[in-house]
């Protein structure tokens, strides 16, 4: 691809972002489509100073990553909605030097879940109180299903617990309920700790859908688990790409080449 003065500039800001997998995934995205983009990553520190470069440079749009969801939220003109409520902004939109904020992660594992389930009504267990599990939770609990909060703390727990007006749970509860859908949004699993999973064997129980954010390794052990108990799984890489179809759509305008990104990012893993 020949870039040009009329090239548009993308960027993830986060600390580190040596790993992302955001720049493969939307500069694939960007070639398949024909759409005159580039996405590079800058780790950064400081990012009041990250989003003056978006405005001196006409960067048109970003996602923000660690650590800066939260922070990035002062220094932006406007936040949407859903983005309000978690609390939270992992993508960001210049426009003529306006800038707004969004969350796709949550409508991410919406579109996931949506892939291989209906969430309306539906028992789901989020195991998890962190940044991760208010994005799922919020863009969760507007699709209907019903929640209960499942975390080691119980005080991180009650408190998203209520501010999704859903039940809390401890860990230790979770053989005491039932539940349609159980998501793991703690980074039990992750590498370099693949032999571990959030919840005893035990409780995985045929017919269940289980989703894990975690997508490094791609299949965990407890995505492992519950497709050996005869359970719908979903990776952590499905949430990822339509968290990141949605950053597309929102900076280009143009449907997302969901298939394209998710083979870019499989390759790339
Ligand atoms: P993120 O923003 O990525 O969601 P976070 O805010 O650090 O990350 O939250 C991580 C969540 O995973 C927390 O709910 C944490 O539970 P605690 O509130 O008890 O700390 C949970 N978590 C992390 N490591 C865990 C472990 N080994 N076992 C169970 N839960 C764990």
């Known amino acids: 691809m020949i870039f040009d003065t009329n090239t548009s500039v993308y960027a993830v800001f986060g600390d580190p972002v040596s790993h992302s997998l955001s720049p493969v995934m939307h500069n694939r995205a ?3 489509t024909g759409y005159k983009g580039v996405y590079l990553a800058f780790g950064v520190k400081n990012i009041k100073n990250a989003l003056i470069s978006v405005i001196t440079l006409g960067i048109k749009g970003a996602s923000i990553t660690i650590p800066h969801k ?3 939220m002062k220094y932006l003109d406007k ?4 983005a309000l409520q978690i609390g939270a902004v992992n993508t960001i939109i210049n426009i003529d030097g306006c800038l707004k904020g969004y969350n796709s992660d949550g409508l991410g594992a919406v579109k996931a879940l949506s892939e291989k389930t209906v969430i309306k009504g539906k028992n789901i267990a989020i195991i998890g109180a962190g940044g991760a599990a208010r994005a799922v ?5 507007k699709e209907g299903g019903r929640i209960t909060v499942i975390n080691r703390s119980t005080e991180k727990g009650e408190r998203l617990a209520g501010d999704l007006s859903s039940d809390f749970r401890p ?3 979770i053989g005491k309920m039932k539940f349609d859908i159980l998501i793991n949004t703690t980074p039990v699993g992750m590498t ?10 035990r409780y995985i129980e045929k017919g269940m859908v289980v989703m894990d954010i975690v997508y490094n390794p791609l299949k965990t052990r407890l995505l492992k688990e519950a497709k050996m108990a005869g359970c719908v799984t979903i990776d952590g890489v499905s949430m990822f790409v339509h968290q990141g179809a949605f950053q597309f759509e929102l900076w280009t305008g143009i449907k997302a080449p969901v ?4 083979n870019a990012v499989m390759n790339a893993l």
Do not use: Q, W, Y
């Open 70 to 72: 939260m922070e990035v």
């Open 30 to 32: 960007f070639e398949s």
């Open 259 to 262: 298939d394209v990104m998710k």
């Open 79 to 82: 936040a949407d909605d859903v």
């Open 171 to 173: 860990l230790n509860d």
């Open 192 to 201: 370099p700790h693949t032999d571990v999973m959030p919840i005893e064997r």
């Open 137 to 141: 939770g919020f863009c969760i609990m």
